[in-house]
């Protein structure tokens, strides 16, 4: 079954503390992108990746980490988690292969994060 | 600055009415458009992408018109059921490497 798995999808933790959200896509997309869902802000775009090692930013970059080692896996990282950082996220993947946005995103089921 | 903005936050219908979703942007002309369902505590699931130079697209009981001139989109729902209450995205190609997402319609279908 084609898919998007994120893990954990809740976590509650405290200030300070390095935590890495993981997510992994077994339909061979390159594009792969985080957002974050807060209410009345709508999905904001965290980082995202195009392809193996090639990373940027999205609207709402500051305080996290990304890597895309490999083309399946592109864990977020919050190297020092902050209160504001507490949000539903949602990891999601894309062929994108030819840089337009005929395709539809593919989601996972969301991590919900409480940072005390 | 590019701003995506989607009808009332809620919208509330009786069954077997037809719903209509209204998305608006401003500063941009998209090449394409795409709408998605999202159910609480779950992740937002593609349903319908409307190019620039279509100006409608239906499937099953669902229809999205793409108006470039008025810088809008519709959503229509006909013949709505209580399972079709969600919150509805709209989502845009901005000319970035990445789609831009409204807030959202929260739909309430009521039997």
């Known amino acids: 079954e084609a898919q998007v798995t994120q893990n954990p999808r809740y976590l509650i933790t405290v200030t300070g503390k390095k935590l890495t959200v993981t997510c992994s896509q077994n339909m061979n997309h390159e594009y792969m992108s985080w957002y974050r869902q807060d209410p009345g802000l709508g999905l904001r775009q965290i980082y995202y990746?195009?392809?193996?090692?090639?990373?940027d930013k999205g609207d709402v970059p500051e305080g996290y980490k990304v890597s895309r080692k490999e083309k399946r896996n592109f864990p977020l990282i919050l190297e020092s988690p902050s209160p504001n950082q507490t949000s539903l996220y949602f990891c999601?993947?894309?062929?994108?292969?030819?840089?337009?946005?005929?395709?539809?995103?593919?989601f996972g089921d969301g991590t919900r994060l409480s940072i005390l | 600055s590019q701003k995506i903005e989607q009808n009332s936050e809620a919208l509330n219908i009786q069954e077997g009415k037809t719903a209509t979703l209204t998305c608006n942007y401003t500063n941009y002309s998209p090449a394409y458009l795409q709408w998605y369902r999202q159910d609480p505590g779950r992740g937002p699931v593609f349903l319908l992408l409307i190019r620039e130079n279509e100006k409608e697209k239906r499937k099953e009981r669902l229809k999205v018109t793409f108006d470039t001139t008025l810088k809008q989109s519709l959503f229509h729902i006909t013949a709505s059921q209580p399972a079709d209450s969600a919150t509805y995205l709209c989502a845009l190609d901005m000319g970035r490497r990445a789609l831009t997402f409204g807030s959202g319609t929260r739909l309430q279908v009521q039997p």
């Open positions: 990746s195009m392809n193996v090692e090639v990373t």
């Open positions: 999601a993947s894309s062929p994108f292969s030819d840089g337009s946005w005929d395709q539809p995103q593919h």
